[in-house]
């Protein structure tokens, strides 16, 4: 059974730091995709960014509102994926789902979306 | 980067069919992947491609696309359906960016 349990969220000021974790089993870790969706408070879904698996290249992709503040990493080792961010506004206050990413073509059809999620981290940015 | 619009609530009654649908110019060129979510709890995938369900998801759940719209079917809803409903796709720009939908609330009277 997969598993995505995401750690780290709390309050934190504007301006600050905080690093979120996401422990994932039940699945070859190093071969998967990831991503990080985040949902403000009474909100819809926001597709925050992904990282290919090393062999794909291990590249990242950002949405434009996080891009140059926060960096998404992997330890395939650990099987844990990570969100470190930086310059926290108030407005990046949500819920950070962490998710596996498919990405695969079949007979000229190519496909994405958000497979397994975890339960969610709450970040809160406040002063 | 690109948009894509739901109905902001629909409404069915118990084992009637609602269908739920989702705008946007990406949709011509990408397809859709659906999201329930349930109060409290994060998403799950119901739907992905041109209509594949993933392991666990009843075959009440359907979808379709033409031209700029992405619909999911429900058939014969149950009370546990009740959810937001979200679709998404990739950035019409083509480059790797990902965008949701503004969500459906489907309420089973």
């Known amino acids: 059974e997969v598993q995505l349990v995401e750690s780290g969220g709390g309050l934190v000021k504007p301006g600050g730091s905080l690093r979120l974790s996401c422990a994932a089993s039940g699945f070859t870790f190093s071969n998967a995709w990831m991503s990080w969706v985040r949902q403000a408070p009474g909100k819809g879904l926001e597709w925050v960014g992904r990282i290919k698996s090393k062999t794909d290249g291990g590249t990242t992709d950002y949405a434009a509102p996080v891009k140059g503040r926060f960096t998404i990493s992997r330890d395939d080792s650990k099987n844990t994926l990570y969100l470190q961010m930086n310059s926290l506004k108030t407005e990046d206050t949500a819920v950070y789902y962490c998710?596996?990413?498919?990405?695969?073509?079949?007979?000229?059809?190519?496909?994405?979306?958000?497979?397994?999620w975890g339960q969610g981290t709450l970040v809160t940015v406040s002063s | 980067s690109s948009e894509l619009t739901q109905d902001p609530a629909v409404s069915v009654a118990l084992g009637q069919t609602v269908r739920i649908t989702c705008q946007g110019d990406s949709l011509r060129s990408y397809y859709a992947s659906w999201y329930q979510q349930k109060p409290g709890q994060a998403p799950v995938l119901v739907i992905y491609g041109k209509n594949n369900r993933p392991s666990g998801i009843p075959d009440r759940f359907s979808g379709s696309s033409s031209g700029n719209t992405a619909s999911l079917t429900i058939t014969g809803a149950q009370a546990e359906d009740e959810a937001d409903y979200y679709c998404?796709?990739?950035?019409?720009?083509?480059?790797?960016?990902?965008?949701f939908g503004t969500g459906t609330k489907v309420t089973v009277l």
């Open positions: 998710t596996t990413f498919r990405a695969y073509c079949t007979n000229g059809v190519c496909l994405e979306y958000f497979q397994h």
């Open positions: 998404n796709s990739r950035d019409s720009s083509g480059n790797p960016s990902y965008v």
